[in-house]
C-alpha cells in the first residue's frame, strides 16, 4: 500500500516500556547543549555523541512504531496501525546500520522478526503491486544476505529481482516501470533500485548478465531523466503516455542515481561513473530545490519523509569512497555532518525522540514512520562517518 506521494503518488502513540534510566540516558546524552561553561577562561566544546543518539533513537523507534502482533512497523505514532511496505523495507536497512554499528544479535534477531512480519502483513508473498517497493526490500534483503550469509535473504532478493524484471520493457527506451498496472510509466525509483539490485547481484554471483543490465538501466536513467549539465535528476517519464518527463526535484531520486553510479564504478572503475555521481551530489548539496542553508529541505511527511534518508545512504556511500578526490570528501562530509548537527540540535522531540520532517524545527503532531526512518539514517550515517575519522 502507498501512501499519496508529491503530485502524483497514491501519497499510536503506542505505551513505550523504556526504563527511566533509558530515559535519563539519552537526556543525558543526547540532549541540546549543556548549560554555559562558568568557566570564562576556557570554552569546552559540546560533543557529537552520535552513536549514543542512535542507539536511543533506535530503541524508540522500535518501541514507538512497532505493530502490535510484532510484524512490522505501522504508519504513524498517532493511532495508524496501516502497513505500508516501502518503509518497512527501509526500517530493516535501518536495523542492519544498527547491527553493522553494534554487532549486537538483538538486531539480528529484530531483522529476522520483520523479513518474515512483512511477508505476513502482505498477505503471504513478498512481490506487491510497486516495482519500486520491491526494489527497497529486495536491496535490504541482499545487503542482509552479505553481511549475515542467511540464505532466507538471498531468497527473498532472488525472488523480488525476479519480480522486478518483469518491469522491464521497451516503452520509452527502456527502464523499470513503476507498477504492473502502469507498465509505460518508468521513473527512478524504480530503475535505481534495479540498477543498484543488479550491479549487486552481479559482484555476488559473477553472472555477465546482471552487470549488462545494470548498465543499461544506468544509460537509461543518464539519457532519459538526468540533465547533463547539472546533473540533477528528475523524477519519471510518460506518466500520461505522452512521452513526458515529470519535472519533479526529490532528493531520493538524486540518492539513487548517485548508488547507482558508485556500485558501477565499484565494478568497473570507469572514472565515467565516478564524475557522475560527483555531478550529480555536488547539485544536490546546492540546489535550492533540494537543499536550504546547507541543510536538505523538508518533503513533508507520508512517502515524501523517507526521501532524505535515501539521498543520506548513498550520498555516505560516496563520501567514504576511497577513489573520492580529498576535497570532495571534505565537501560531503561537511554537508552530511551539518544536517547531522542540525538534527541533533534541533530536530528532535525530547523525551519522546521523534523526529521532525524539517530538521530545522522541533515535531509537532503525529510522526509518521517514514519521517523517523530519515532521521535515524542520517544518525546512523553520521556515526558511521565519526567512527571512521571523516566527521567531528
Given at each position: 500500500?502507498?501512501?499519496?506521494?508529491?503530485?502524483?503518488?497514491?501519497?499510536?502513540?503506542?505505551?513505550?516500556?523504556?526504563?527511566?534510566?533509558?530515559?535519563?540516558?539519552?537526556?543525558?546524552?543526547d540532549?541540546?547543549?549543556?548549560p554555559?561553561?562558568?568557566?570564562?577562561?576556557?570554552?569546552?566544546?559540546?560533543?557529537y555523541?552520535?552513536?549514543?543518539?542512535a542507539?536511543?533513537?533506535?530503541?524508540?523507534?522500535?518501541?514507538?512504531?512497532?505493530?502490535?502482533?510484532?510484524?512490522?512497523?505501522?504508519?504513524?505514532?498517532?493511532?495508524?496501525?496501516?502497513?505500508?511496505?516501502?518503509?518497512?523495507?527501509?526500517?530493516?536497512?535501518?536495523?542492519?546500520?544498527?547491527?553493522?554499528?553494534?554487532?549486537?544479535?538483538?538486531?539480528?534477531?529484530r531483522?529476522?522478526?520483520?523479513?518474515?512480519?512483512?511477508?505476513?502483513?502482505?498477505?503471504?508473498?513478498?512481490?506487491?503491486?510497486?516495482?519500486?517497493?520491491m526494489?527497497?526490500?529486495?536491496?535490504?534483503?541482499?545487503?542482509?544476505?552479505?553481511i549475515?550469509?542467511?540464505?532466507?535473504?538471498?531468497?527473498?532478493?532472488?525472488?523480488?529481482?525476479?519480480?522486478?524484471?518483469?518491469g522491464?520493457?521497451?516503452?520509452?527506451?527502456?527502464?523499470?516501470?513503476?507498477?504492473?498496472?502502469?507498465?509505460?510509466?518508468?521513473?527512478?525509483?524504480?530503475t535505481?533500485?534495479?540498477?543498484?539490485l543488479?550491479?549487486r547481484?552481479?559482484?555476488?554471483?559473477?553472472?555477465?548478465?546482471?552487470?549488462?543490465?545494470?548498465?543499461?538501466?544506468?544509460?537509461?536513467?543518464?539519457?532519459?531523466?538526468?540533465?547533463?549539465t547539472?546533473?540533477?535528476?528528475?523524477?519519471?517519464?510518460?506518466?500520461?503516455?505522452?512521452?513526458?518527463?515529470d519535472?519533479w526535484?526529490f532528493?531520493?531520486?538524486?540518492?539513487?542515481?548517485?548508488?547507482?553510479?558508485?556500485?558501477?564504478?565499484?565494478?568497473?572503475?570507469d572514472?565515467?561513473?565516478?564524475?557522475?555521481?560527483i555531478?550529480?551530489?555536488n547539485?544536490?548539496?546546492?540546489?535550492?530545490?533540494?537543499?536550504?542553508?546547507?541543510?536538505?529541505?523538508?518533503?513533508?511527511?507520508?512517502?515524501?519523509?523517507l526521501?532524505?534518508?535515501?539521498?543520506?545512504?548513498?550520498?555516505?556511500l560516496?563520501?567514504?569512497?576511497?577513489?573520492?578526490?580529498?576535497?570532495?570528501?571534505?565537501?560531503?562530509?561537511?554537508?552530511?555532518?551539518?544536517?547531522?548537527?542540525?538534527?541533533?540540535?534541533?530536530g528532535?522531540?525530547?523525551?519522546?525522540?521523534?523526529?521532525?520532517?524539517?530538521?530545522?524545527?522541533?515535531?509537532?503532531?503525529?510522526?509518521?514512520?517514514?519521517?523517523?526512518?530519515?532521521?535515524?539514517?542520517?544518525?546512523?550515517?553520521?556515526?558511521?562517518?565519526?567512527?571512521?575519522?571523516?566527521?567531528?
Amino acid at each position: 500500500m502507498k501512501f499519496k506521494r508529491i503530485n502524483y503518488y497514491t501519497l499510536t502513540i503506542s505505551t513505550l516500556f523504556i526504563g527511566l534510566a533509558l530515559l535519563s540516558c539519552s537526556k543525558k546524552n543526547d540532549s541540546v547543549p549543556p548549560p554555559k561553561n562558568t568557566d570564562t577562561t576556557t570554552v569546552k566544546p559540546f560533543v557529537y555523541n552520535y552513536a549514543s543518539l542512535a542507539d536511543t533513537l533506535q530503541t524508540f523507534t522500535y518501541g514507538t512504531f512497532k505493530s502490535a502482533d510484532g510484524n512490522y512497523f505501522i504508519q504513524n505514532n498517532s493511532g495508524n496501525n496501516t502497513f505500508n511496505y516501502w518503509p518497512n523495507a527501509h526500517m530493516l536497512d535501518v536495523l542492519t546500520d544498527a547491527y553493522l554499528r553494534t554487532k549486537s544479535g538483538v538486531y539480528t534477531q529484530r531483522m529476522k522478526t520483520l523479513l518474515n512480519g512483512i511477508k505476513i502483513a502482505n498477505g503471504g508473498a513478498y512481490p506487491n503491486e510497486f516495482y519500486d517497493d520491491m526494489g527497497w526490500l529486495a536491496n535490504a534483503s541482499l545487503r542482509d544476505y552479505n553481511i549475515t550469509s542467511d540464505a532466507d535473504y538471498l531468497n527473498v532478493a532472488q525472488i523480488l529481482y525476479a519480480e522486478i524484471k518483469g518491469g522491464s520493457n521497451s516503452i520509452t527506451g527502456g527502464g523499470i516501470a513503476w507498477q504492473r498496472t502502469q507498465l509505460y510509466y518508468k521513473n527512478i525509483p524504480s530503475t535505481g533500485n534495479m540498477t543498484i539490485l543488479a550491479a549487486r547481484f552481479y559482484e555476488l554471483q559473477n553472472k555477465p548478465e546482471d552487470l549488462a543490465l545494470a548498465k543499461s538501466l544506468y544509460n537509461w536513467m543518464k539519457a532519459k531523466l538526468v540533465n547533463p549539465t547539472s546533473g540533477v535528476v528528475l523524477d519519471g517519464i510518460n506518466r500520461n503516455q505522452d512521452g513526458q518527463v515529470d519535472n519533479w526535484i526529490f532528493t531520493y531520486n538524486q540518492g539513487l542515481f548517485i548508488g547507482s553510479a558508485v556500485e558501477l564504478y565499484n565494478i568497473t572503475k570507469d572514472p565515467a561513473y565516478l564524475q557522475d555521481a560527483i555531478l550529480t551530489a555536488n547539485n544536490a548539496i546546492a540546489d535550492p530545490n533540494l537543499t536550504a542553508n546547507g541543510i536538505f529541505k523538508s518533503e513533508g511527511q507520508g512517502d515524501g519523509g523517507l526521501f532524505k534518508g535515501v539521498a543520506v545512504r548513498y550520498l555516505t556511500l560516496l563520501a567514504e569512497l576511497p577513489d573520492l578526490d580529498a576535497a570532495d570528501k571534505i565537501k560531503y562530509a561537511n554537508f552530511l555532518q551539518k544536517n547531522a548537527q542540525t538534527l541533533y540540535l534541533k530536530g528532535i522531540g525530547r523525551p519522546s525522540m521523534m523526529i521532525s520532517p524539517d530538521w530545522n524545527i522541533l515535531p509537532s503532531g503525529s510522526t509518521d514512520l517514514t519521517t523517523q526512518l530519515s532521521g535515524v539514517m542520517m544518525i546512523e550515517a553520521a556515526a558511521k562517518l565519526k567512527a571512521d575519522g571523516e566527521i567531528q
